[in-house]
């Protein structure tokens, strides 16, 4: 089974009878994508009770608003009677009247509301509806008899009850409790994607045994817990298994990761999942260690996708590795989160040895989190991480690189520069000797050499605004204009790509010849799909060669002929 996971493939074989239950009347498919999930799958099947075994029903609270507007009040008195909204849920309770009501807070009892009414008793209430930012899906509370023979409860919520009227208290509060825990939220997640909690829902869950309900209920009492404290009661009253227990924690670091992203305004596009697993990896937290045990090995991608296989149950395909370097590591080592080869800085992009490893102000920082002093800690590290990426742009190591005139000049390290060093030095003395190096670009700043007026000079006009390819060299001999582009991260000359630039130097009196740079063979295999006809492609690890796409003529241009795609 594959599952795609922020463009990413995760991985999982399973049985047929874990997707559809045999056991299960209304065969609904589950998709559980790693074993940690699956535990928790199996975990829930241990709950045997339904909710009719229970004596319990859950319904849709049926007081909808707008139908019974001339009923509805903003105090209450001898005419009314309380009417609970989802603002009234806080903490695992019903706070009535709500401290700041946005919606009316009673409803006129009379013959025309009565049969929208509920007796008074205890019930335990759940919002239909969860904000995308709300930590749970599901947002239960615990409702106790109001001071009203009956009241109302708005449409927008579900509620629990026996047979239309109160539950025992304690049988009420083990509920609460037991939906609140992060062990159903993140069950529940497995089958539902959206952030609607329907009774329907609520009436497929299996739930514990109605006796471990009441024996948790009262232990809670009306105690005001925390989430790790409730979880932990939950855990140990109804004996939850501990894979069980690992896939709630492993869970919640997600989560904190996720925050802790979020709290250092790190990009959107870098909120996610796989961020979060990547930052785990190289902080080497798993679910059962505090962030307070924080550290900083040094890790390969490889290293890394193995290490959250293995602790977090997350797998995702081999071929992953690229988009996880560009889309992720790429980014944290912009944002000073990481550090690239802190053993051997110059080491080849290409290296099968290439590592990461969170820097040390990182470190510090993650180890507070959760603290009253992670606040300052991160406004400190925000000062402190702008004064490192100033110091770290004053101070980037430098490629050497010689032109084929024998100029020098200097790359900045990273990105494919040292692809672009290798084109400079070695395709151009073989494929355009005596060539002029017009344009090269640089990772680090934008352009190292732009030679705008020998472009004027051979009548060529750029748009000021287009994407220019990593190097143009004039190969006056045959005058050719020759268009590198080096791929180590980015695409080939593919045919949009082609197109492009056939439109940036439309203006060329010289044919184009638009070529493609890889590092290795290997590399290029996994691009060989896109490379557009009519261009050629070179390999550094092979400099003497080089492959053509067409079997027309090798290395020049081609004239324009209609429909030639």
């Not at 997350?314 to 889309?327: C, F, G, I, S």
Request: with cysteine.
């Amino acid at each position: 089974m594959e599952a795609q996971s922020d463009g990413i493939l995760e991985l999982r074989n399973i049985p047929y009878n874990e997707v559809v239950n045999e056991n299960d009347s209304d065969s609904y498919i589950h998709i559980i994508t790693n074993s940690l999930e699956d535990s928790l799958r199996v975990q829930m099947d241990q709950f045997s009770s339904t909710l009719d075994e229970l004596g319990l029903a859950v319904s849709t609270g049926p007081v909808v608003d707008f139908r019974l507007k001339s009923a509805l009040r903003n105090y209450v008195n001898e005419e009314t009677v309380p009417l609970l909204y989802p603002e009234a849920i806080k903490t695992g309770k019903v706070l009535f009247p709500p401290k700041k009501p946005r919606k009316s807070i009673a409803i006129v009892q009379n013959q025309e509301t009565d049969k929208w009414l509920i007796p008074s008793g205890w019930y335990v209430l759940t919002k239909r509806f969860s904000a995308k930012e709300e930590k749970r899906r599901v947002v239960a509370a615990v409702c106790s008899p109001v001071d009203a023979p009956v009241l109302g409860i708005e449409n927008h919520l579900n509620y629990y009850h026996s047979q239309g009227e109160g539950m025992n208290p304690d049988l009420a509060r083990g509920l609460a409790a037991f939906l609140n825990s992060t062990l159903l939220d993140s069950y529940f997640r497995l089958f539902s994607g959206h952030t609607q909690v329907n009774a329907t829902d609520l009436r497929r869950i299996k739930y514990p045994c109605k006796d471990d309900l009441i024996k948790l209920g009262s232990q809670i009492g009306d105690s005001c817990l925390d989430q790790a404290q409730l979880d932990t009661v939950v855990h140990k009253t109804l004996s939850i298994m501990s894979e069980a227990i690992k896939a709630v924690l492993a869970a919640k670091r997600i989560e904190e990761a996720l925050a802790i992203l979020k709290d250092i305004s790190a990009p959107k596009e870098q909120q996610n999942e796989r961020s979060a697993l990547f930052l785990l990896a190289l902080a080497d937290i798993r679910p059962e260690i505090p962030w307070t045990q924080a550290t900083s090995p040094r890790r390969r991608i490889t290293e890394m996708m193995d290490w959250f296989r293995d602790h977090y149950g997350k797998q995702y395909a081999p071929n992953t590795r690229e988009t996880v370097r560009r889309q992720t590591m790429h980014q944290f080592v912009q944002m000073g989160i990481v550090v690239e080869n802190p053993d051997q800085p110059d080491r080849p992009i290409n290296s099968p040895k290439w590592c990461y490893q969170l820097h040390q102000q990182f470190v510090t920082l993650l180890k507070s989190y959760g603290s009253e002093q992670w606040e300052e800690t991160r406004r400190n590290y925000v000062i402190s991480v702008k004064n490192l990426l100033q110091d770290r742009n004053r101070n980037i190591p430098m490629i050497p690189v010689s032109l084929p005139n024998g100029q020098a000049i200097q790359l900045s390290s990273g990105g494919q520069n040292i692809l672009i060093k290798e084109i400079l030095e070695n395709f151009c003395p073989r494929f355009t000797p005596e060539g002029l190096v017009l344009f090269v670009g640089d990772a680090g700043n934008k352009f190292i050499v732009n030679e705008t007026q020998k472009f004027r000079e051979i009548g060529i006009e750029l748009d000021p605004h287009g994407k220019m390819p990593d190097i143009v060299v004039y190969y006056e001999r045959q005058e050719w204009l020759v268009l590198i582009e080096a791929v180590t991260s980015h695409g080939p000359v593919n045919l949009k790509r082609r197109n492009e630039l056939k439109r940036l130097f439309q203006s060329s009196r010289q044919g184009l010849v638009f070529v493609t740079a890889f590092p290795s063979r290997k590399e290029m295999t996994r691009y060989l799909a896109e490379i557009s006809w009519e261009t050629e492609v070179w390999v550094a690890a092979q400099p003497d060669h080089m492959i053509h796409f067409n079997g027309e003529r090798f290395l020049g241009p081609y004239e324009d002929r209609e429909n030639r795609f």
